[in-house]
């Protein structure tokens, strides 16, 4: 990504924040982790890692948008994929977490890590967030390839 990406992703991201010059100086100067509130701009749907990392893998694909951001918290063991805010929503599955308006989500700044936070796909600033109907698919798809070879694995 190039600086002026950063700096849109930086902006587009603080705008979720109550105060977003105060959530910019805690990427910069504090703990560099930013609690923001979802449902405003974007939803995060949480999934156990493994699924994650696989339903991500799937996305990228030459046919499909490149994926929207995504995040990954490593002592949780979650990867959290933003998406339109959908107050409605109603994912289901096993793990799956989503957060809406109410909901607060810790996030690193765009352009690097934070102890356990870590940008896969971090945001560009054009507001491109994950397409429902398509996350959906890839979700079901990596579950499916999870359920084959968890007898593989001995799970």
């Known amino acids: 990504m190039t600086s002026a990406m950063w700096?849109?992703?930086?902006?587009?991201?603080?705008?979720?924040?109550?105060?977003?010059?105060?959530?910019?100086?805690?990427?910069?100067q504090g703990s560099g982790?930013?609690?923001?509130?979802?449902?405003?701009?974007?939803?995060?749907?949480?999934?156990?890692?493994?699924?994650?990392?696989?339903?991500?893998?799937?996305?990228?694909?030459?046919?499909?948008p490149v994926p929207g951001p995504t995040l990954v918290d490593t002592?949780?063991?979650?990867?959290?994929?933003?998406?339109?805010?959908?107050?409605a929503g109603r994912w289901i599955g096993a793990g799956v977490r989503h957060a809406s308006r109410g909901s607060w989500v810790a996030v690193p700044p765009p352009y690097r890590p934070a102890r356990f936070l870590e940008w896969l796909v971090p945001p560009d600033g054009t507001s491109s967030l994950h397409q429902p109907a398509t996350l959906e698919l890839a979700l079901r798809q990596a579950n499916g390839t999870l359920a084959?070879?968890?007898p593989l694995r001995g799970a």
């Open 33 to 64: 982790i930013a609690l923001l509130e979802a449902g405003r701009f974007w939803d995060v749907l949480s999934v156990p890692d493994q699924l994650g990392l696989l339903t991500l893998d799937m996305l990228w694909r030459p046919s499909l």
């Open 7 to 28: 700096t849109l992703g930086v902006e587009w991201l603080a705008a979720a924040a109550p105060d977003p010059r105060a959530c910019k100086r805690a990427w910069d």
């Open 75 to 87: 002592a949780a063991h979650r990867v959290g994929f933003f998406l339109p805010p959908d107050p």
């Open 148 to 150: 084959v070879l968890a």
